[in-house]
């Protein structure tokens, strides 16, 4: 090989390598976090992000990291066994009436009790609500007047009163 070619071919490896430090981005050994709803993947060094937006993080329906409410009431209604007898539902609301009719007489104050409670531990449940709600629910007085409690990504409200039974209401 004569001397100019080796020199060609020395330098030519040089520009080539100098070029890939250049271009690489050699600059930052890049530490990611991993990208959440809100951010996607950062550097922790230099900032740089890359790729979309993560998952949500969703614990009984809300998203732990942007507090987005997934909470489906429709099909919360399904799967608890409602019946548009004595549950109402909405885009934003959730109610069971153990005595829709308000029946006074004993007997039939209670025809859709059984399912009606049977649906409110079930909705308890699905909501991630404590599972001492219930008990104080049905242990509620009508001197009480309207009970209220906050969970997570949804407030409950009820009221007892033997004319016309225990009324839950769950919302948004
Ligand atoms: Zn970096
Ligand atoms: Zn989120």
Redesign the pocket.
Known sequence: MKPKIRIFITLAIIVTLLCCLLFSGCG????WETATCTTPAT?K????TEGGLGEHSIKNGVCLNCGKNFIDFFAIYENCGCSDIWAEVGEDYLSVDTNPHDFSDSTLSLLWAEDALAAIKEINSKLGLPSYLYQEMVSTRAIDGRQTYAGSGVNVSWRFHPDSGLEVRYTK
Do not use: M, Q, R
């Not at 060094?45 to 740089?48: I, T, W």
């Open positions: 930052c050994d890049h530490e550097c060094k230099c900032g740089k």
